[in-house]
């Protein structure tokens, strides 16, 4: 077996039972089907010797009995294999998906969605073909070959050989060709990751295609990808179509060996008849198992480039690991950053440098900035998506990396500067965070976030279909929609990245002024790139550059007369 299977293995001893029995039901199947070419010679025999008349429906009942037997076989067969199969298949597109959703942002950042998509739709169906139809017809041209090859040896081993001949010559063009396609089939995984990640691109971002009225020059794009796409296609059919025809220039080399060969022997009273007749059959029963080689071979390199692509993430494991995913986890007294600086690996400046600040219940944090000073990667830091590359981060005086993640995250109400919503009701984005809730809950959370009237005003109310990320929304409409669902909840911090930049003034005033009402008792930080949206909280941090150059509340800032004066001013004018 080719080393990316290997990890298939827990597969197949977890459903060893079914494999098992199919392997039987395989073997039962070939063995009724020699019982027919058995009993076809005897047939002829009686019929040259003139006593058919005698055994005649003896032999067609038997003959008619072995067919359905073996029919019935073939079914036990595929109802093993082929259901084993989609088993695995639904085993392994579930271990895929959990092992995305434990993988960290910086891995997102070097890998498209195209290409993630691909691997656990297309590359899981051809690894499914090599599990099930595929493994099922090499057990099956396996136990064929070792049940007819036998029997055809026990019946006459000169006339075997001859008609065995040809099989050298399969097995060097296997040898030779097996290669060809396992180089193939990776350069045509790999094109078709690239073009579905060309058209997720393209029809996530339609509104700009649109806009810039670049339809045609994004169809060309489409139409040389396809075309290349196309090319490695047909470079692979060219090796695939090589295998029929070959496989049956060898079934007639057979067929011309035995009759030849099998005719000499008749006439000089060797073998009777009927053995001509059972070496015909055994030879149509052994051409669909030699023509599907070449499938044979063709799947299970695709499958192997597939499941090597798979093993690449799921071998992969993540940066930020949860220490203690079972873990009771209670956020209530304080969250803290000591001493805190990042830096991403890519650039040469720092993102944060030297960053402390203590949030308490009850208590608001503002941080103000302008763009690339560092506001997001708090927030980032805070939900533990990216670790500090120095200093520590403290949750009721513990640090973040030593508590359970999961559990700790399900307590903070983010609601990211990328808004993000599913294509679903109004309702169930506001619902996300939890798997039930009360009408109440969800109507107060849209109050909270001055949305309720708004949603009131649509024709289905809260059940109205958001389309695709939200696509029928304004951008004001998705941030407070993000809103509503941080608020519905009811966490123990709230994280506001930007969240407000895209309302207007008095729908920003009715937000805060909900805000203040939910978020009594709780802790809540919010960046924002104005002072409107943060002026109302206990502490302002003022970053520049990943450093806090101002901090104190609104009063004391404007008292300072310094940057923070300054932009309160600049909002004063507009």
Not at 231 to 257: C, E, T
Request: proline share 3%; with cysteine.
């Amino acid at each position: 077996m080719n080393r990316p299977f290997k990890h298939l293995n827990k597969y197949f001893w977890q459903y060893r039972r079914p494999f098992i029995w199919g392997v039987v039901f395989v073997g039962l199947a070939n063995i009724f089907a020699v019982y027919q070419a058995v009993y076809v010679r005897e047939a002829f025999n009686a019929l040259a010797n003139g006593s058919a008349s005698e055994n005649i429906w003896l032999f067609t009942s038997i003959i008619f009995g072995s067919a359905i037997i073996r029919g019935v076989f073939m079914y036990m067969m595929r109802q093993s294999l082929i259901v084993m199969s989609r088993n695995i298949e639904y085993d392994l597109k579930n271990e895929i998906y959990a092992q995305y959703q434990k993988l960290d942002f910086a891995f997102y950042k070097t890998h498209y969605t195209g290409d993630l998509m691909n691997r656990i739709s297309e590359d899981v169906g051809r690894v499914r073909m090599y599990v099930g139809p595929a493994i099922m017809y090499l057990v099956n041209m396996l136990t064929m070959f070792v049940v007819v090859i036998s029997s055809m040896f026990t019946v006459n081993a000169e006339l075997t050989l001859y008609v065995l001949a040809p099989l050298p010559i399969l097995s060097i063009s296997v040898y030779f060709i097996n290669n060809t396609i396992n180089k193939r089939s990776d350069r045509l995984q790999s094109k078709l990751s690239d073009l579905s990640t060309f058209v997720q691109e393209t029809f996530s971002g339609l509104r700009v295609v649109k806009a810039f009225a670049k339809q045609g020059a994004m169809a060309k794009s489409f139409e040389r990808e396809a075309h290349d796409y196309r090319n490695k296609s047909l470079h692979l059919a060219m090796v695939d179509a090589l295998w029929f025809p070959l496989m049956l220039l060898l079934v007639g080399l057979s067929s011309i060996f035995t009759v030849y060969i099998g005719g000499l022997k008749v006439m000089d009273g060797s073998i009777g008849i009927g053995t001509i007749a059972e070496f015909i059959i055994y030879i149509s029963m052994l051409t669909f198992p030699v023509a599907m080689l070449g499938w044979l071979t063709s799947t299970t390199q695709r499958a192997a480039a597939s499941q090597a692509r798979i093993n690449e993430f799921l071998h992969t494991v993540p940066v930020i690991q949860n220490p203690q995913p079972d873990a009771d986890f209670y956020f209530e007294t304080a969250l803290e950053f000591k001493n805190v600086s990042f830096g991403y690996h890519d650039k040469t400046a720092q993102a944060l440098s030297d960053i402390s600040f203590k949030l308490t219940p009850g208590k608001s944090l503002g941080i103000l900035g302008h763009t690339g000073s560092g506001k997001t990667t708090i927030c980032q830091l805070l939900l533990r998506l990216m670790e500090p590359t120095s200093g520590s981060i403290y949750i009721d005086g513990k640090p973040l990396d030593s508590i359970n993640l999961d559990a700790y995250r399900q307590t903070v109400g983010y609601v990211p500067q990328d808004v993000f919503l599913f294509s679903d009701t109004l309702r169930n984005n506001i619902a996300f965070g939890k798997e039930k809730f009360e009408d109440t809950i969800i109507i107060q959370a849209a109050k909270g976030a001055a949305l309720y009237d708004t949603i009131e005003a649509m024709p289905d109310g809260f059940e109205t279909l958001i389309g695709e990320r939200g696509i029928t929304l304004s951008g004001g409409q998705k941030q407070r929609l993000s809103i509503a669902r941080a608020l519905a909840m009811d966490p123990k911090l709230l994280v506001f990245d930007d969240c407000l930049s895209a309302v207007d003034t008095h729908t920003e005033q009715l937000i805060i002024d909900g805000l203040k009402s939910a978020a009594q008792g709780k802790m809540a930080l919010i960046v924002s790139h104005r002072t409107s949206g943060i002026m109302h909280c206990d502490e302002i941090l003022v970053l520049e550059n990943g450093s806090i150059i101002e901090r104190g509340n609104h009063k004391s800032l404007v008292a300072i007369g310094g940057w923070y004066a300054k932009m309160v001013d600049d909002l004063a004018v507009e």
